[in-house]
């Protein structure tokens, strides 16, 4: 499901916790933030995106390889 947000919203919507830009993934239906350091997934419910930090999901522990 795509995430359907007008242009004009998501231009001006930020991480809430560093301020970046926000890149969209349709296939999670989150709102990915660009900076690589937070990296936080924020979800999109019914349209809505949902910039809780406490709902935001780290990505950066999925990208890490795996230490041996």
Avoid: H, Q, W
Wanted: a negative charge; proline letters at 7%; charged letters at 30%.
């Amino acid at each position: 499901m795509a995430v359907n947000l007008d242009p004009d919203l998501l231009s001006i919507l930020v991480c809430p916790k560093c301020r970046s830009e926000f890149r969209v993934d349709d296939e999670a239906n989150e709102l990915i933030c660009t900076n690589a350091g937070c990296a936080l997934a924020y979800p999109v419910r019914d349209d809505i995106p949902v910039l809780l930090i406490d709902e935001a999901r780290d990505t950066r522990a999925e990208s890490e390889p795996a230490s041996n």
